[in-house]
């Protein structure tokens, strides 16, 4: 059988894109008999195709040991495993096209996989499909320091390139958890949104340009790097948060902004909910324009992460905390504007203690916290994770409710995410996955969410998780409309089956 | 014959949305004639059709008089003009919903209008299209002062909106000279840009939710009011920039900034276009998150409309005019990056005269200026406007090309635009439409523009008048995945006919 595993910790500020199993027991149960998937009607991989791959990719990327694959089936919270066979690491559009060319051709399933760090099985197959990791699809073509514009291929990792263009005076658009492991291109094909979308807004207004492969080869070419061309459909849009299953995104122009001269952090201990909120409004009209994340946390999202991945948190206990941070271009301007926050603020008694600081590596020692809050959920444990968005008066209320109605059948539940938009993230962790509770959560927390006209899914998509209850977010006339889509754009349905749409 | 005309000044600030033609001089030539366009095989209106109408609109919003119909044939440059015999107003989306229904059935061709300040003929009809007039449907639906999110019809006018979300602290995301007659509906569907796009984003990343009817009338629901929402196709984007070809849009949620707490705009002569670049590029850097517009104009784009329309310069004559605006949340310290700014460079003689000033009414008299110099080029004048993207360093180049290549066959060449954005509007004043001059502009403008990887449309759009032209800014995969989705979405093509994509 399949190699040994024990997952003992996570890399601070990092999800896993390759875990390497070393425990039978942490290899989880396949998804098609987890959740009782029918396979479609795909051809089955042959190893007439295994050569075609090696005669265009070379023997080296073309992945057919069972050990090579296992990691690659397998997503990095441990919920889904697909039985893929092939995994196939192409470095050109080119290589791509041929792939998926032959592909549709031969009708064989294909997954595509970017850093692997999504949270609703997206990126891993379900049954046999090919897997078509995009890593090596690696480099940066072009950085325009004056416009802003990056031009890279579809597997660069996230942190890597905001290093790179911080070098020439800019920032990545995005910062999320998952920088040091996902792909720009994950990005764009999940539409990330992150911790400072707040600021400087969601991928459809910043990408600039996408480069994509269709399910039959075709390569569209949408890869201009200008902020503003409109000459015919935004057909770039259609490829941003569709999942892999419209298209292969293999290159993005994307804008930066320019990196921030002054960054302040500010993280604060807050008595309840309400007043959270409160200093959100507050936070806004006093900040205004230099605001760049407002982040909220309950006690038990911080205090079991600080205790599971050791790390130390800087202030002590309160019911919830807020990390607020600044990007500026006057230092003095900015402290001057937050000294002042802070003053009215504690003096209100919205803030009941805090630090604020702009020294890189204390900020970083509360983001680690922050950043590491969903990692941390599976440290030895189950973690059911949900990702909604919700109007901002409501936005807290579901925790204590599942509280009450999850009891003790499981060890922790709760609460933290981006306040500004409205995007709460819910971890439920427990000793092991059991039906039970997964019934008493699903579709309990989708209706919930959906009486509130709240969105399923804020930020981490559909993925293979969620297709059946996506009608809570989407009516008939709209999934009706993403069939015809699907439809047009992959006839055959080869492209991450099982994925984003439900079955008709 | 028609009644009367003439156009002889312009209302400051606004584009007329429906002038009434007072002679016959006035009155452009028939777009097919002009154009040579031949008419495709739709039906044509019988009086059962307008009896249909009537029963679903009421006899008050079915126009068929034809000194009725004529101002919405024409567009307010008066360069297109349409043959249509029938203007519908409806005033509900179901009425939007029952008349496509009901054209698409029988075969009638339909040209959705909003507030007609297109410049590319868009929202003409070229034939006897119906015209699908939204001006009525201008109500506001909600409005969110926590997390910014109006909810509103298509056809209310971009300032009333404006007006109307100021009183609750807030500001539309997109800021236009033609404001006070374009219409959200139409500011969507034609992903317009504008002066403050350099700050607030483009329509991509402000919109948040759309409700729209397609050719058969299906209603398509994607209104939600939520920043984040990743549950399946983003079908929104089909919508945005599709130029009312895919989808007739009747509803708007859209994402409102915060009024800013203080605005100062600085109006400043410069040297040459290549100083009008450093001087951007020092603003960038010494007024960060507040800048939040940099407009270039040269001296005929000033001086032309300044006595064309009668409205004082303040500042003398400059070869380069900037107009820098901030938007902050407090004035002292805006003032202080503001001071610190103009006095760098005046000393640095990047700036060599301007007016720096919060007050309302001296900000006013300066957007005047900008905002009507495309108004000001029809006065008593025949007008050709280009509207490109550039790469920055090449951003003036053409315009002494252009003058140099037309020398006194016209009146006037300028060049004016959004520095930040890339986006070059050029105007060529002349007493009236020759075809030697438009033969010297077209396709030299867009081969020139192509040859720097620009587009040929920045933020005007495509419309009547450049589809012929895409190819200069769109590939063969792009062009040919475009003609499949119109094919999906309106099989018998009756949205806006001979709009966007060229014929095959």
Redesign the interface.
């Known amino acids: 059988m399949f190699k040994v595993i024990k997952l003992y910790s996570i890399p601070a500020r990092h999800t896993p894109s390759l875990v390497k199993y070393r425990s039978a027991s942490q290899i989880p149960q396949l998804s098609s008999e987890k959740y009782k998937v029918k396979r479609k009607d795909f051809s089955t991989v042959q190893a007439n195709d295994v050569n075609y791959f090696k005669s265009v990719l070379g023997e080296d990327r073309v992945l057919t040991e069972e050990d090579d694959v296992l990691s690659f089936n397998i997503d990095w919270i441990r919920n889904c495993r697909g039985q893929s066979k092939v995994v196939l690491k192409p470095k050109s559009t080119e290589e791509v096209s041929q792939i998926l060319s032959y592909c549709n051709e031969r009708r064989l399933a294909v997954c595509p996989q970017g850093g692997n760090t999504g949270v609703v099985g997206g990126s891993v197959p379900v049954f046999d499909e090919i897997i078509l990791n995009l890593g090596l699809l690696n480099k940066v073509i072009s950085l325009?320091d004056?416009?802003g514009a990056l031009v890279c291929e579809t597997g660069c990792v996230l942190e890597k390139l905001d290093n790179y263009v911080r070098q020439h005076g800019l920032i990545m658009p995005l910062d999320l958890g998952a920088k040091g492991s996902c792909h720009i291109g994950g990005n764009v094909s999940?539409?990330a949104?992150g911790l400072r979308?707040l600021r400087y807004?969601?991928l459809?207004?910043?990408v600039l340009g996408i480069e994509a492969v269709?399910a039959d080869g075709?390569?569209?070419?949408?890869l201009?790097?200008?902020?503003?061309?409109?000459?015919?459909?935004?057909?770039k849009?259609?490829f941003?948060?569709?999942e892999g299953t419209?298209g292969v995104v293999t290159k993005v122009a994307i804008h930066c902004p320019?990196m921030?001269?002054a960054v302040t952090l500010g993280y604060f201990g807050v008595e309840n909910f309400e007043k959270v909120l409160q200093l959100y409004?507050s936070a806004?009209?006093?900040?205004?324009?230099?605001l760049s994340a407002f982040e909220m946390a309950d006690f038990d999202s911080i205090s079991s992460t600080a205790r599971i991945l050791n790390l130390p948190n800087p202030i002590s206990d309160f019911p919830f905390y807020v990390i607020l941070e600044t990007?500026?271009?006057?230092e003095d301007?900015d402290k001057?504007?937050l000294h002042r926050f802070l003053t009215n603020e504690m003096k209100s008694g919205l803030i009941l203690d805090g630090t604020i600081t702009s020294e890189p590596s204390k900020m970083q020692a509360v983001w680690n916290i922050r950043e590491n809050i969903a990692p941390a959920g599976i440290v030895g444990t189950y973690l059911f994770t949900f990702d909604v968005?919700l109007?901002?008066k409501n936005y807290y209320e579901i925790i204590p409710k599942l509280r009450q109605r999850l009891g003790n059948k499981v060890n922790l539940v709760f609460g933290f995410g981006?306040i500004?938009?409205?995007?709460l993230h819910i971890n439920v962790v427990m000793p092991e996955y059991t039906r039970e509770v997964a019934e008493l959560l699903e579709p309990y927390v989708f209706e919930e969410v959906s009486a509130l006209?709240?969105?399923?899914?804020?930020?981490?998509?559909?993925g293979f998780r969620?297709p059946h209850y996506?009608h809570y977010?989407?009516?008939r006339?709209?999934?009706?409309?993403?069939r015809?889509?699907?439809t047009?754009?992959d006839p055959n349905g080869i492209l991450n089956p099982y994925k984003?749409?439900p079955d008709e």
């Open positions: 325009d004056i416009s999940t539409n949104g979308l807004g969601n459809h207004g910043s269709k075709t390569v569209i070419d949408c201009k790097t200008l902020k503003k061309d409109n000459t015919g459909y935004h057909l849009h259609l941003i948060g569709s419209l320019a921030p001269k409004k806004k009209s006093s900040l205004g324009e230099i990007h500026g271009s006057d301007h001057e504007k968005s109007p901002m981006h500004g938009d409205g995007n006209q709240g969105s399923i899914s804020a930020e981490h998509g559909v969620k996506i977010s989407k009516d006339s709209a999934l009706g409309l993403m015809q889509i699907k047009l754009m984003v749409l």
